[in-house]
């Protein structure tokens, strides 16, 4: 592994686990208090972003964008269910 990488992973692991108290809240409560049309667009844009990194062979974002991509698409499921 690079060095570049190992920056790459930390950054991921940073960035994936500032979503993890959001959906653990949300999933508690069952409420999301994050603006519908964010979270859509959010949901959107880190899926395009996953299919994107497989094409380019990058993993490091395929894994990013995954996770942002199923932590949010938690929160957009909630958010729909209720209300």
């Known amino acids: 592994m690079s060095g570049g ?13 500032s ?6 809240e949300t999933i508690k409560t069952k409420y999301c208090p ?4 964010f979270i859509l667009i959010y949901v959107t844009a880190s899926t395009l ?3 994107y990194s497989y ?8 894994i990013l ?3 942002a991509a199923f932590q949010s ?6 958010k729909i269910r209720y209300g």
């Open 19 to 24: 979503w993890v108290p959001q959906t653990i």
């Open 65 to 67: 964008n995954a996770l």
């Open 34 to 37: 994050l603006n519908f049309r």
């Open 5 to 17: 990488e190992i920056i790459g992973l930390i950054g991921m692991l940073l960035l994936v686990s």
């Open 55 to 62: 094409i380019i062979g990058d993993w490091i974002f395929l």
């Open 73 to 78: 698409a938690v929160n957009l499921y909630v």
């Open 49 to 51: 972003l996953t299919i």
